[in-house]
Nanobody, 126 residues
Framework: QVQLVESGGGLVQAGDSLRLSCAAS????????MGWFRQAPGKEREFVAA????????DYEDSVKGRFTISRDNAKNMVYLQRNSLKPEDSAVYYC???????????????????WGQGTQVTVSS
């Protein structure tokens, strides 16, 4: 059974930086793409960033390009989301997810992920 555990959320001010971490266990980590999604109150869960299994390819939602960086350490079964220049509109619960398609590049759609973490709250004050 795959388990994903996020950490690193909290309350920060606009302009600050924060790194989210996700620890994965349960199957060969490097074989699967990983993604970060977020969900603000009253909104649908949306794609933020994704990374292929090898870590060589990444994809970002337009509003976070240049501010967020996704990375992974396959030796440690970890995926990270470094977030710089945070804005109040970045406030949300952030979820780590693992895709089901082996040996794949980054994926954007929620239905391409079959395992999810419990989420970590990030609040950015203005």
């Amino acid at each position: 059974q795959v388990q994903l555990v996020e950490s690193g959320g909290g309350l920060v001010q606009a302009g600050d930086s924060l790194r989210l971490s996700c620890a994965a266990s349960g199957r060969t980590f490097s074989s699967y793409p990983m993604g970060w999604f977020r969900q603000a109150p009253g909104k649908e869960r949306e794609f933020v960033a994704a990374i292929g299994g090898s870590g060589d390819s990444t994809d970002y939602e337009d509003s976070v390009k240049g501010r967020f960086t996704i990375s992974r350490d396959n030796a440690k079964n970890m995926v990270y989301l470094q977030r710089n220049s945070l804005k109040p509109e970045d406030s949300a619960v952030y979820y780590c997810a693992q895709g089901w398609r082996m040996l794949s590049g980054p994926r954007r759609r929620r239905d391409e992920y079959n395992y999810w973490g419990q989420g970590t709250q990030v609040t950015v004050s203005s």
